[in-house]
């Protein structure tokens, strides 16, 4: 495997994932809310830190990438 599929690989799994966290998270909330309403604010809390513990995940993944496929000058 070519170094630049390999990059392309990893940076769509690294994509791929966050976005599957996003989709779920946001439409699990969003079920949560239409339930409950007057929850609504320790809902939005959660899903926040949830999102950007996935977000952070996702770009730690895209450094560390970086980090592996660096040229080693």
């Not at 007057?38 to 513990?53: C, E, N, R, W, Y």
Request: hydrophobic letters at 60%; proline letters at 5%.
């Amino acid at each position: 495997m070519s170094r630049n599929m390999a990059l392309v690989l990893i940076f769509g799994l690294s994509i791929l994932g966050p976005c599957a966290v996003f989709a779920a998270g946001s439409y699990a909330s969003i079920n949560a809310i239409g339930r409950n309403p007057s929850s609504s604010p320790k809902i939005f809390t959660a899903m926040i830190i949830a999102l950007v513990f996935a977000e952070s995940l996702a770009l730690i993944s895209i450094l560390v990438a970086f980090q592996l496929f660096s040229p080693s000058g």
